[in-house]
Nanobody, 112 residues
Framework: QVQLVESGGGLVQPGGSLRLSCAAS?????MAWYRQAPGKQREFVAR???????NIAASVKGRFTISRDNAKNTMYLQLNSLKPEDTAVYYC?????????WGQGTRVTVSS
């Protein structure tokens, strides 16, 4: 079993930045970020392998950066040049031994 705990969300003005963190309870391989905006379906944001190979959604490429610290079992998402449409709950996700795990989410609100 895996526990995922996100942190780092908050209220930020358009154009601002935030760094989200996701701490895992054990060593895992691929990790990903998803987000769910109010009234919309959950959508993929970014994924990173244990070796550091990344995949970023086109909607955030160039503004968001995903990284991880394997020694800390922690993944990060750097959010820059934030827009109101980035407002969402951001979730950490992984698959371990055939089971999918989600964190509780951290809320990001972009508003002036």
């Amino acid at each position: 079993q895996v526990q995922l705990v996100e942190s780092g969300g908050g209220l930020v003005q358009p154009g601002g930045s935030l760094r989200l963190s996701c701490a895992a309870s054990r060593i895992i391989y691929d990790m990903a970020w998803y987000r769910q905006a109010p009234g919309k379906q959950r959508e993929f944001v970014a994924r990173i392998s244990r070796g550091g190979i990344t995949n970023i959604a086109a909607s955030v490429k160039g503004r968001f950066t995903i990284s991880r610290d394997n020694a800390k079992n922690t993944m990060y998402l750097q959010l820059n040049s934030l827009k109101p449409e980035d407002t969402a709950v951001y979730y950490c996700n992984t698959v371990f031994v055939g089971n999918e795990y989600w964190g509780q989410g951290t809320r990001v609100t972009v508003s002036s």
